[in-house]
Each structure stands twice: as C-alpha cells, then as structure tokens.
C-alpha cells in the first residue's frame, strides 16, 4: 500500500504570495492533519480534518486554511507569505477506528519564502 | 515551560551501544505516546506506539512509559550507523474527537561505526 503522499516537495514563493498544499492519506484512512516542521523543532499541529469537518486548529493565523475532499485527500493553503512561513509542512493520516491511534507522516513539502 | 521537553542532543555512540531516548511531559491527561524517526529533510516514520503506562517491545526498539513520573523513554538496541537520525517523542490525551499530537524538539543520535 502507498504511504501518505504530498505535493511538491519542493516549491519557493516571495513575501506576500499565496501558496497550496496537497495531500493524499493512505488508503482508508479518512483523517487527515498538517504540522508545520520549522529547522531544529518538533512538527506543531495545524489543522485536523475528519470526513471534510475541521476538528482541530492550532495556534496558527487565519491566514492558514485547510479543507477536505470528498476522497479524504486535503489542501493546506496560506496567504499574504511571511518569511517565518518558511519550513516543512507535513501531512498525517490516521485511520480512526477504536484502537487505531497511530498516525503516518507523509514526507513533507518544503517550503522557502523569500 | 513547554509540554513536552526532550534533550536537543547530539547524542553520540559507538555502534553496537544500547541508547537511552527521553521525554518529559507536564501534563497529566497524556494517554497516547508516540516515538517518531525522521533523517535529514524527510518526514517523521512511526517506530512505536505505546497507551496509558508500560513497556512494549518490537525487535531492537523498547519503549517505556511512566505516567507517574511523566517520563517516557526508547531504548534501541545493538544500534547501527543507520539509526542515525533525530528522533522525536509525540503524545496527547485521550479526548474523543482531539487528535493534536504534541512534539518534542527531537533528539539527533549519531551512531560511530
């Protein structure tokens, strides 16, 4: 079975552009979260998504979003750049069943804003 | 103080060591702990997932949980160049519906050969 995929891997933007994330779990895994990796730090928790419901935010801005499709595949979107937005976006799935709590990280974007 | 604390490291051994993996947490509600390898520029991989307190064991990886103290451990035996990798600790309590997982800073273990 394929792992969590993410796309790009690589992408760099300038101050002030907007930028898209993308995400697919494993299959049968309908939750999805994003953590933010910045250099020499653990991930931080953005958001949680289960059956395209937001069920979790951290203390991140509105210029943040995220949503989910109906594949259970999500996009994390942020706006108006700022150059501490630069870091590794990482994307979990989990599969959500009693007893099933681990959660598999894809293998991250990394994003460089200038 | 932060939730979770972990030694940043570098943690240098020589192969074939046993090494010691720590956290601490400050907050009494954690259930569910978590240990994650990550190599340079690549995401976190799930090594062991421990509930509530106890050891569990899978091949050379150990991980021990002592919710009185708020103190979790790895222990990896008979280590390899190849475990060279920072490894985070992840943890969060046990709330239906609440699935923020908390992160240590990581450890960065190099293993000598």
């Known amino acids: 079975d394929a792992g969590v995929t993410q796309s790009p891997t690589h992408l760099i933007k300038t101050r002030g552009q907007h930028v898209t994330l993308r995400c697919s779990p494993i299959?049968?895994?309908?939750?999805v979260s994003w953590y933010q990796q910045v250099l020499g730090q653990g991930p931080q928790f953005i958001f949680q998504?289960?059956?395209?419901?937001?069920?979790g935010r951290g203390n991140f801005p509105d210029r943040f979003s995220a949503r989910q499709f109906p594949n259970y595949s999500s996009e994390l979107n942020v706006n108006a750049l700022l150059l501490g937005d630069s870091a590794l976006y990482l994307c979990?799935?989990?599969?959500?069943?009693?007893?099933?709590?681990?959660?598999?990280f894809g293998p991250g974007t990394r994003l460089t804003v200038l | 103080q932060k939730e979770v604390e972990q030694d940043p490291g570098p943690l240098s051994v020589p192969e074939g060591a046993i090494v010691s993996l720590n956290c601490t947490y400050s907050?009494?509600?954690?259930?569910?702990f978590m240990w994650y390898r990550q190599y340079s520029r690549k995401g976190p991989e799930l090594l062991m997932y421990?509930?509530?307190?106890g050891n569990k064991e899978d091949g050379r990886f150990t991980a021990q949980v002592d919710k009185s103290s708020k103190y979790i451990s790895l222990f990896i035996r008979d280590s390899q160049p190849s475990d060279s990798a920072t490894y985070l600790c992840?943890?969060?309590?046990?709330?239906?519906?609440?699935?923020?997982?908390?992160f240590g800073t990581g450890t960065r273990l190099k293993v000598l050969a």
């Open positions: 979990a799935s989990r599969r959500l069943r009693p007893g099933s709590n681990e959660q598999f």
């Open positions: 299959s049968g895994h309908k939750s």
């Open positions: 998504y289960y059956e395209k419901e937001e069920r």
């Open positions: 907050n009494s509600a954690f259930q569910y």
């Open positions: 421990t509930y509530s307190s």
């Open positions: 992840a943890m969060r309590p046990y709330k239906s519906g609440t699935y923020k997982y908390i």
